[in-house]
C-alpha cells in the first residue's frame, strides 16, 4: 500500500489517541475503582444499581426504625416489670396484714403504701418515650392512665382511679418492605384485662387492698390475693409479649442489617471494578500508549528530508 | 534538417515542462496539510509531430501535457455515506454521553430522593406524631419533587444544547450547499474555457461536499455536466447543479418545543428528517432523551397520583380529611408533571397536615396511628417506581451504549476509508522530494543541451 505524510499523521493521532483514551479510562477506573459510571457503561447493572440502592435506604431506614420500636418496648417493658416488682410487694403486704398479728394502725400504714405502690403503677404506666406514652394505643398525646384518686375519707376511688384514657389500637411498625409487625402491648388488656379474656383488675385489686387495710379489715385484705397473683401472671404475660416483639424486632434490625449488606455487595458487584483487572489493564494501556509515542515518534524520523 | 535554433527552442520547452513539473511537486508540498486535497501530477509528452529528417523522424522535446489528481473515484464514492454515518453515531454518543443526571452513582439524583421519600416514611411509620419525623418527612417529599425538576431540566438541558448545535450546523449546511452550488458554476465555467481540469475547484467542492455529507448525510451524485448534486435522506434535493436548497431549523410542537428540519428546494417546503451530524443529533434528542423525560414524566405523575389517592383517604393530626402531598401545578397529564410536581403548600406550612392517621369504620385512629402512612409505604410496591426508575436508567443507558457502539464501528468503517483515500490521493513528501529530483536532474541536463547548442553555435561562428 502507497503510504502518504496523511496517512502518517492520521494514524499517529487515532491510534495514539484511542491509547491515551484507553489509559484515561484506565486511570478512571483504577483511581475510582468504579466500572459503571454512566449508564452506557453497562446499562443492564446501572438499572440494577439504581433500584439496589433504593433498596438499600429503604432498609436502613426500615433497620432504624424497628430499632426504635424495639427501643420503645424496651421502656415499656421496663415499665411493666417495675409494675410487677409493685404488685409483689402488694402481695406480700396482703399475706402479711392479713394474718392476725397485725394493729389497725400498722394496717393503716399498710394502705398508705399500698396507695403510694399503686400510684407508683400508674406513673409508670404513663411513660413518655420521646414525645409520646408508650401505653396509649394510638393516642400518643396525653397520659393513658388517670392518676390516684382520693375520696374525702382518704380511701382509694377506684372508679375515678387509673381511668384507661388511650385506645384499643396497636401500632405496627414495617420491619421488611410490605411487612408489618405490632409494635406495642396494649396496657389496658395487662391491667384491666380490657379486651381480653376474664382476669383481673389490677387497679382495682389495688385499690381494694388499700381500703380494705385503711379498715382494718383483715379479710377483705386476704381475699384480694388470688386476684393479685393474677395480676402478677397477668404482667407476665404482657411482658412475654413485649419480649416477643421486641426479639420479632431485634431480629427485623439484624435481617434488614445484613439484607442491606447483601445489597450493598450487589452493588459492588454490579459498579465497581476489579481491583487487580484495573490495575492490570492500566499497566497495559500505558504500555500500549508509550509504544504508540515512540512508533509514532519513530515513524515521523523516516523521510528522505534529512537525507538529501 | 534539424538545426541548432530548433535545438534551442525545443531545449527552452523542455525546460518549461521540467519546471511544471517541480511546481507542481511544490504544489503538492505545500498542500501536503490541507484537507481534501488530491495530490497531482504532470503529464509530460512528447512534443509531436517530430521532424522528419530524411527517412528517420528526429523528436523535438517534451512539452507539459497536463497537470491530474490521484482520485479512487471507487472509494470516493463509499465516502459520504461513511461521513455521514459516523458523524451522526459520533453525534449521538456524544450528546448521550455528556448525561450525567442518571448516572448510578451520582449522589443527589433522583434514585437518592425516591429512596429518602419513602425511607422518610419508613422511619414516620414507627412515630407518626413525633414533629422531626412529619417534617422530615415532607422534606423529603419536597426533595424528591425537585429532585424531579432537577433531572428533568437536566435532560431537558441538554435537549437544548441539541437544539442550539443543530442550529449553528444548519447555518453552516446552508452556507456549504450554496458554495457546492457556486463551485459547480465555477468549475463549468472553467471546463469550458479549455484550461484542463480546474484540479484546485475540484478539491474545493470535494471538500465541501464531504462537510456536507457528515453534516447531513448528504450523498452527492454527479450528472452529465460534470457538477455534482447532493441528495437527502428520501430523495430530498439540497443542491441541484447549480441550485442550492435551505434547511430551516423550526420549533416542532411534536417535540415539546425542540427544533426539527425542513428543508426549502425548488420553491418547496418538506419536513425533513436528515442524517449526518445532524440527524444523530436529533435522533438522541427526540430519542433516548425524549424517553428519559417521558419515562420521568410519567412515573412521577403515576407517584403524585398512587401516593395522593391514599394520602386523601387519611386524616391528618388534627382530624382533617388528608389533602393531595404532591400537587401538579397545570399539568393535566403526564405530560410536564416531573416539571410541575411539588408538594402541597398546606403540608410544607404545616406538617400537622400530612395525613398519617387511617380511618376504620368511619373513625380516625389516635395520633399514633401510622396505617395511613403504612398505606403510603405499600404504594413502593404497587407502582414500583424503583423499579420503574431503574428501567428509564438502563433504557437510557442501552441507547447511549449502543450509539458508542454504532459510532465506534462507523469510526471504524470511516478511518478505513480515509486511509485507503490517504493511500491513493495523499501527498508523500518522499515521493514528492523524488519528483523534485527527477524535475531538477532534468532540467541540469536540458540546461547542459542548451549549452552544448550555444557552444556548437559557437563553433560553427568561428568557421572562417
Known amino acids: ?79 411493666l416489670s417495675n409494675v410487677a416488682n409493685a404488685l409483689a410487694r402488694a402481695s406480700e403486704l396482703a399475706v402479711q396484714l392479713g394474718s392476725e398479728p397485725y394493729s389497725a394502725a400498722e394496717r393503716a400504714a399498710g394502705a398508705k403504701e399500698v396507695q403510694g405502690l399503686l400510684a407508683s403503677i400508674l406513673s409508670e404506666l404513663n411513660v413518655k418515650v420521646g414525645n409520646r406514652y408508650v401505653f396509649g394505643g394510638t393516642s400518643d398525646g396525653s397520659a393513658p392512665f388517670d392518676g390516684l384518686v382520693l375520696d374525702a375519707a382518704g380511701n382509694v376511688d377506684a372508679a375515678a382511679t387509673g381511668v384507661y384514657r388511650g385506645d384499643a389500637n396497636v401500632r405496627k411498625v414495617e420491619i421488611a418492605p410490605g411487612v408489618y409487625q405490632d409494635a406495642s402491648v396494649r396496657a389496658d388488656v395487662a391491667l384491666r384485662g380490657a379486651g381480653g379474656p376474664p382476669a383481673a383488675d389490677v387497679i382495682a385489686t389495688l385499690a381494694e387492698l388499700a381500703n380494705a387495710l385503711a379498715a382494718n379489715d383483715r379479710a377483705g385484705a386476704a381475699a384480694t390475693l388470688g386476684r393479685l397473683d393474677r395480676s402478677i401472671t397477668q404482667l407476665s404475660t404482657a411482658r412475654g409479649q413485649a419480649g416477643a416483639i421486641m426479639n420479632a424486632l431485634d431480629t427485623a434490625v439484624a435481617a434488614n442489617d445484613a439484607a442491606r449488606d447483601d445489597a450493598e455487595k450487589r452493588i459492588a458487584t454490579l459498579a465497581d471494578a476489579d481491583v487487580i483487572q484495573a490495575a492490570s489493564e492500566l499497566a497495559l494501556a500505558q504500555h500500549a500508549l508509550e509504544a504508540a509515542l515512540t512508533a509514532t515518534a519513530q515513524s515521523f524520523k523516516l523521510s528522505l528530508l534529512g537525507k538529501l | 534538417m534539424p538545426d541548432l535554433f530548433r535545438v534551442l527552442t525545443t531545449g527552452a520547452n523542455s525546460l518549461a515542462a521540467q519546471t511544471a513539473a517541480a511546481a507542481t511537486a511544490a504544489h503538492n508540498l505545500q498542500n501536503v496539510n490541507t484537507a481534501g486535497y488530491a495530490r497531482q501530477r504532470v503529464n509530460l509528452e512528447t512534443t509531436l509531430p517530430a521532424e522528419v529528417v530524411g527517412d528517420a523522424f528526429v523528436g523535438r522535446g517534451a512539452l507539459l501535457g497536463t497537470v491530474s489528481q490521484a482520485r479512487d473515484r471507487f472509494l470516493e464514492a463509499q465516502l459520504p455515506a461513511a461521513f455521514g454515518n459516523a458523524a451522526g453515531s459520533s453525534a449521538a454518543a456524544g450528546v448521550l454521553a455528556s448525561v450525567e443526571v442518571l448516572d448510578p452513582e451520582a449522589r443527589g439524583g433522583i434514585s437518592h430522593a425516591l429512596a429518602g421519600f419513602y425511607a422518610a416514611l419508613t422511619q414516620l411509620s414507627q412515630n407518626p406524631s413525633d414533629p422531626g419525623l412529619r417534617q422530615a418527612a415532607i422534606g423529603a417529599a419536597r426533595t424528591l419533587a425537585l429532585s424531579f425538576h432537577q433531572t428533568r431540566a437536566s435532560l431537558e438541558d441538554a435537549r437544548a444544547g441539541v437544539d442550539r448545535r443543530v442550529a449553528a450546523d444548519v447555518d453552516e449546511a446552508n452556507g456549504l450547499a450554496a458554495h457546492v452550488a457556486s463551485l459547480n458554476e465555477q468549475i463549468r465555467a472553467a471546463r469550458a ?272
Open chain 1, 1 to 79: 500500500m502507497r503510504v502518504s505524510d496523511q496517512m502518517i499523521f492520521d494514524r499517529a493521532m487515532v491510534d495514539g489517541g484511542a491509547a491515551r483514551t484507553r489509559l484515561d479510562e484506565a486511570t478512571a477506573r483504577a483511581s475510582t475503582g468504579v466500572r459503571v459510571v454512566h449508564p452506557g457503561d453497562d446499562p443492564a447493572a446501572a438499572g440494577l444499581v439504581t433500584a439496589e440502592r433504593v433498596r438499600m435506604q429503604r432498609l436502613e431506614a426500615i433497620a432504624s426504625a424497628a430499632g426504635r420500636a424495639s427501643d420503645e418496648l424496651a421502656a415499656a417493658d421496663g415499665a
Open chain 2, 193 to 464: 474555457g479549455g484550461g484542463g481540469e480546474p484540479n484546485d475547484l475540484l478539491d474545493a467542492r470535494q471538500k465541501a461536499v464531504d462537510r456536507l455529507a457528515e453534516l447531513t448525510g448528504a450523498i452527492p451524485v454527479p450528472t452529465s455536466e460534470g457538477d455534482v448534486s447532493l441528495f437527502l435522506a428520501g430523495g430530498a434535493a439540497l443542491v441541484t447543479s447549480t441550485q442550492a436548497g435551505r434547511l430551516t431549523a423550526l420549533p416542532d410542537p411534536a417535540q415539546g418545543g425542540h427544533v426539527g428540519l425542513q428543508l426549502t428546494s425548488g420553491g418547496i417546503t418538506t419536513a425533513l428528517t436528515p442524517g449526518g451530524e445532524l440527524g444523530g443529533l436529533l435522533s438522541a434528542s427526540n430519542g433516548a432523551l425524549r424517553a428519559a423525560v417521558d419515562g420521568l414524566d410519567a412515573l412521577a405523575w403515576d407517584l403524585a397520583a398512587a401516593v395522593n389517592s391514599v394520602h386523601q383517604a387519611g386524616v391528618d393530626l388534627d382530624g382533617n380529611a388528608g389533602l393531595a402531598l404532591f400537587t401538579l401545578g397545570s399539568a393535566t397529564g403526564p405530560v410536564t408533571a416531573a416539571r410541575e410536581i411539588a408538594v402541597n403548600e398546606a403540608l410544607l406550612a404545616d406538617p400537622d397536615r400530612l395525613a398519617t392517621r387511617g380511618v376504620t369504620g368511619g373513625v380516625a385512629g389516635g395520633a399514633g396511628d401510622a396505617s395511613n402512612v403504612l398505606a403510603l409505604l405499600r404504594t413502593s410496591s404497587t407502582l414500583d417506581p424503583a423499579a420503574r426508575l431503574s428501567r428509564i436508567t438502563s433504557d437510557f443507558g442501552t441507547a447511549a451504549r449502543s450509539a458508542d457502539a454504532m459510532a465506534d464501528a462507523d469510526a471504524g468503517l470511516k478511518q478505513h476509508l480515509v486511509t485507503l483515500r490517504a493511500s491513493a490521493s495523499g501527498v508523500s513528501t518522499d515521493e514528492e522530494l523524488i519528483e523534485l529530483q527527477k524535475a531538477q536532474k532534468a532540467y541540469e541536463a536540458i540546461a547542459r543541451v542548451i549549452t552544448v547548442t550555444n557552444q556548437m553555435f559557437d563553433t560553427l561562428l568561428q568557421i572562417k
